[in-house]
């Protein structure tokens, strides 16, 4: 668990863009596409994620992105489509003020231009030149379309599992216990796990519950394995934790109608209602406007067990990590401390997250 507290900061009231249809799935252009879900943006030290249409913006292309703040220059964006073939324009970058100090920051990377609500791929380039590169990989363009019904009511965001984490037991009960709760959809941003975990993560996404983003940042940066660059050296803060919040947002802006941010060995739990949707039922009712709602974070230690033992059951013996159920105390609230919290989004509600240190 760690001493933080997400903020979200909403997109500006503007005037709604009426629903598009979106454009054909084919790529007319044969235009390559990004190999990864971390792309290097050529001649430079940055790298681009995710490109995404942002209706509430009057329909700029933002491009999720992580730049290397001491390597600053002119980035330009080429977007393609089939009717109007490709075009450059200028950029505006948007560095995420939570970098934590790090060489490397969530940034935005914002297009304008004619014609962007059909364009179907874009590449940042460091080249002026008005003409489309297709020997470059182009990032696909999600979000094309306004959508008012979804696929999911809930999904929770968990990003950077990395290193050796084989926490299986405790994994396996979380996963049930979100379907009990009323969660549909589960996704992690996966840079590598334990080898009975990995197995564990393959049948959740066979099933249909689990949607795994590989997120190979070791492979292009050296990611700290904290907040603190003082204790935790590296290039980006925590495995690049805000890129993939602010990734998972824009992912499913448009797919689920809630977000759910909390950690991999966290659960968002209502304690006056059986489930998530009569919660969130209430909540909305009184608060019709709002579209972030905090969530106390309190700690269950692992030091205190239940003492009938009757969770402690035989056939969970062997299966590595934590018994959650055997962990049922809760740490006593201390006085004039203050409780990290935890988040129910509106992603069509949110522009970006921020992660503050308190």
Known sequence: MYSHT??????????????????PSENNLKIP???YSITPI?????????????????????????????????????YCSAKQ????VHTDVQIHSDHFGYPYGASDVICKGEHMQHATHVLITTNEKGSADLKMEYLPIKNNAVQET??????????????????????AQTM????????????IYNTSCGPDLEKLLKHYETEGMLEIVSWPIDKF????????IKLHKGDIQYYGQLVTLNECIYRHMYQSKYILLNDIDEIIMP?????????????QSAHPNRGVFLVENHIFPKTQFEESGKFKRAEWKNIPGVNIMEHIYREPPQKNVYNPTKMIVNPRKVQKTQYIQL
């Open 85 to 88: 073939g490709c075009k450059t």
């Open 150 to 171: 979804f696929k999911f009511n809930f999904t929770v965001c968990i990003s950077s599992l990395f290193g050796d984490y084989n926490n299986v037991l405790q994994f």
């Open 33 to 35: 596409e990004a190999s």
């Open 221 to 228: 940066l050296n990611p700290s394995r904290g907040w603190d």
């Open 271 to 283: 304690y006056k209602h059986a489930s998530l949707p009569p919660l969130m039922e209430d909540l």
């Open 6 to 23: 997400y903020y979200i900061q909403a997109p500006p009231a503007k005037r709604a863009t009426p629903p598009i249809k979106a454009p």
């Open 42 to 78: 050529g001649n430079s030290k940055h790298f681009m994620v995710s490109g995404f249409i942002d209706h509430r913006l009057d329909g700029v292309i933002q491009v999720i992105s992580i730049i290397n703040r001491n390597s600053l220059q002119p980035l330009y964006c080429v």
């Open 176 to 187: 049930e216990m979100y379907k009990l709760l009323g969660v549909q959809h589960v996704v």
